[in-house]
């Protein structure tokens, strides 16, 4: 018998790795691994106090309840979809892709972090420009594109009413100032 952990803040490579291996640390039989989620088999000898107590030491933590599990979920779609550079239609996709209303996804998104969806990929738009502008492989026009904006006055506008600069002036920045994915909402 198996038992299914969705963890909040799990979301890139990194993470499931990091889990991975406390998880081997800690002497769980691993089934599977994805983002937000992890499957072990159960065994009497498992401390799941002490799994919990080290995976918040990391910066993670297990969610207890479903709404908190369900907008874990939304975010990784999300940032996945972002980071393939698969943006057109985002948010109307997502209610097929969860078989639920959106009206109630975004209702539940909203309640639980405080963030509308809108606002949330907007947010996850701005820190990918913030990438590819770091990266300096495309031009403001070609980062526009890329992230389904319509023009570059479009993402512009957006890019400093969010981070409070133009783009030129992030780009001109020694140090460019990110945020971590999981730290959006």
Same mark, same amino acid.
């Given at each position: 018998?198996?038992?299914?952990?969705?963890?909040?803040?799990?979301?890139?490579?990194?993470?499931?790795?990091?889990?991975?291996?406390?998880?081997?640390?800690?002497?769980?039989?691993?089934?599977?691994?994805?983002?937000?989620?992890?499957?072990?088999?159960?065994?009497?000898?498992?401390?799941?106090?002490?799994?919990?107590?080290?995976?918040?030491?990391?910066?993670?933590?297990?969610?207890?309840?479903?709404?908190?599990?369900?907008?874990?979920?939304? +975010?990784? %779609?999300?940032?996945?979809?972002?980071? +393939?550079?698969?943006?057109?239609?985002?948010?109307?996709?997502?209610?097929?892709?969860?078989?639920?209303?959106?009206?109630?996804?975004? +209702?539940?998104?909203?309640?639980?972090?405080?963030?509308?969806?809108? +606002?949330?990929?907007?947010?996850?738009?701005?820190?990918?420009?913030?990438?590819?502008?770091?990266?300096?492989?495309?031009?403001?026009?070609?980062?526009?594109?890329?992230?389904?904006?319509?023009?570059?006055?479009?993402?512009?506008?957006?890019?400093?009413?969010?981070?409070?600069?133009?783009?030129?002036?992030?780009?001109?920045?020694?140090?460019?100032?990110?945020?971590?994915?999981?730290?959006? %909402?």
């Amino acid at each position: 018998m198996s038992h299914t952990f969705y963890i909040k803040n799990m979301v890139c490579n990194r993470c499931k790795t990091t889990v991975l291996n406390l998880l081997n640390a800690k002497g769980f039989q691993v089934e599977s691994v994805q983002l937000g989620k992890i499957e072990v088999r159960d065994n009497p000898h498992n401390n799941y106090g002490e799994f919990e107590k080290e995976l918040n030491a990391l910066g993670f933590e297990l969610i207890t309840d479903a709404a908190t599990a369900l907008v874990e979920k939304i +975010k990784i %779609v999300l940032i996945r979809q972002i980071d +393939k550079g698969d943006t057109e239609g985002i948010l109307s996709n997502l209610a097929e892709q969860f078989g639920n209303n959106y009206s109630l996804l975004s +209702k539940t998104f909203s309640r639980t972090t405080g963030m509308t969806l809108e +606002k949330y990929l907007i947010n996850l738009k701005i820190e990918k420009a913030k990438e590819y502008i770091q990266m300096k492989q495309l031009n403001f026009s070609e980062i526009a594109y890329s992230l389904n904006y319509k023009n570059s006055s479009h993402l512009a506008k957006q890019f400093k009413q969010i981070t409070g600069m133009s783009m030129t002036a992030f780009k001109n920045l020694q140090n460019g100032n990110r945020k971590e994915l999981d730290n959006i %909402v």
